[in-house]
Nanobody, 120 residues
């Protein structure tokens, strides 16, 4: 079992920055894939960025160039640096860990989420 806990959400103005962190505990290992997702009411959860088992990072086109995903194996954390935030980035952000391979991940463990609100 893997337990995930997100932190770092909050309210910022258009153009601001936030850094989300996901602390992992339990049966984690460096070969797991991991990602950040977001969801707004009435819409399906969507991937924002992920790191596969080759340590390849991929981003949704809407955040590419503004968001950076990174992992710290020593601290067992997954981070998401979000810059140049826009009102349309407002959502509940969740991290997830799983197992997979090159360019894919079968997510198995999920955090509770942290709210990000960007005002115009």
């Amino acid at each position: 079992q893997v337990q995930l806990a997100e932190s770092g959400g909050g309210s910022v103005q258009n153009g601001g920055s936030l850094r989300l962190s996901c602390a992992a505990s339990g049966d984690t290992n460096s070969r797991m894939c991991m990602g950040w997702f977001r969801q707004v009411p009435g819409k399906a959860r969507a991937v924002v960025a992920y790191i596969d088992t080759d340590d390849f990072a991929s981003y949704d086109p809407s955040v590419r160039g503004r968001f950076t995903i990174s992992k710290d194996n020593a601290q067992n954390t997954l981070n998401l640096q979000m810059n140049s935030l826009k009102p349309e980035d407002t959502a509940m952000y969740s991290c997830a860990y799983g197992f997979g391979g090159s360019r894919y991940c079968d997510y198995k463990y999920w955090g509770q989420g942290t709210q990000v609100t960007v005002s115009s």
